[in-house]
């Protein structure tokens, strides 16, 4: 119980961290935004001329984009499977093992009881 609270504090922790981290990083994203905004918007007409080439440019590339989520698609169609028979045999795997881990502490005390019950068991009479 008490490495769960250790690891719950942990992990607090961590979350505090990040916390702080991603604001220091929007601090610095603010801060670049600032300094680079005059730039963005000196080429700004620059940008609005190509911006017929960049479109057919990004029409140009949408077939090649299909074709290759279509070819990925095909892929992960073909591989999922062979991905859900390797998992299930993982999984029957630590089954097995979940109950081997469960039953060989209990190996003294079956070994226990037999060896009482071979003391005390009543043995028929015999004539």
């Known amino acids: 119980m008490l490495g769960l609270l250790a690891f719950a504090g942990l992990l607090i922790a961590g979350f ?3 916390a702080v981290m991603g604001l220091v990083f929007m601090v610095f994203r603010i801060v670049f935004w600032a300094i680079f905004l005059p730039f963005k918007l000196l080429f700004l007409p620059i940008r609005l001329l190509f911006l017929p080439f960049r479109l057919l440019a990004k029409l140009m590339w949408l077939p090649i984009g299909l074709v290759g989520g279509v070819l990925s698609l095909a892929a992960g169609a073909t591989i999922l499977p ?6 299930l ?7 097995i093992a979940a109950l081997v881990a469960l039953v060989v ?8 009881a037999l060896m009482l019950w071979a003391i005390f068991r009543r043995r028929p009479a015999t004539a």
């Open 89 to 95: 045999a993982v999984a029957a795997f630590a089954a």
């Open 82 to 87: 062979i991905l859900l028979t390797v998992g």
């Open 16 to 18: 505090a961290f990040m």
């Open 105 to 112: 502490p209990l190996i003294p005390f079956v070994l226990f």
